[in-house]
Nanobody
Framework: QLQASGGGSVQAGGSLRLSCAAS????????MGWFRQAPGQEREFVAA????????YYADSVTGRFTVSRDNAKNTVYLQMNSLNAEDTAVYYC????????????????WGQGTLVTVSS
């Protein structure tokens, strides 16, 4: 299971750090991804990180503002979000990549409960 945490309410320009903790199994060999879903919209790719952190992938909308990282010893993946704006408001989820297209939600498994991020302008 994966559990995202760290969400909350923040003003535009602020920062938040999300965590995705795994329990019950290790994901140290998985590419891990972050996705978000705003009300009335489809779930969209945010960022992903390779098993050893050597490769990272970002949506154009967050490049330069968000940073994905991981600590395999803690079985945890992080998403540092800076310069937040109202368009970042969404429920954020983490999941494990199962193969295919790294930006496609359908190619991920073990979705956990998300964490809500609300950015006020």
């Amino acid at each position: 299971q994966l559990q995202a945490s760290g969400g909350g309410s923040v003003q535009a320009g602020g920062s938040l750090r999300l965590s995705c903790a795994a329990s019950g199994r290790t994901f140290s060999r998985n590419i891990m991804g972050w996705f978000r879903q705003a009300p009335g919209q489809e779930r969209e790719f945010v960022a992903a990180i390779s098993w050893n952190g050597g490769s990272t992938y970002y949506a154009d909308s967050v490049t330069g503002r968000f940073t994905v990282s991981r600590d395999n010893a803690k079985n945890t993946v992080y998403l540092q979000m800076n310069s937040l704006n109202a368009e970042d408001t969404a429920v954020y989820y983490c999941a494990a990549f199962s193969g295919g297209e790294i930006r496609k939600p359908g190619d991920y498994v073990y979705w956990g409960q998300g964490t809500l991020v609300t950015v006020s302008s």
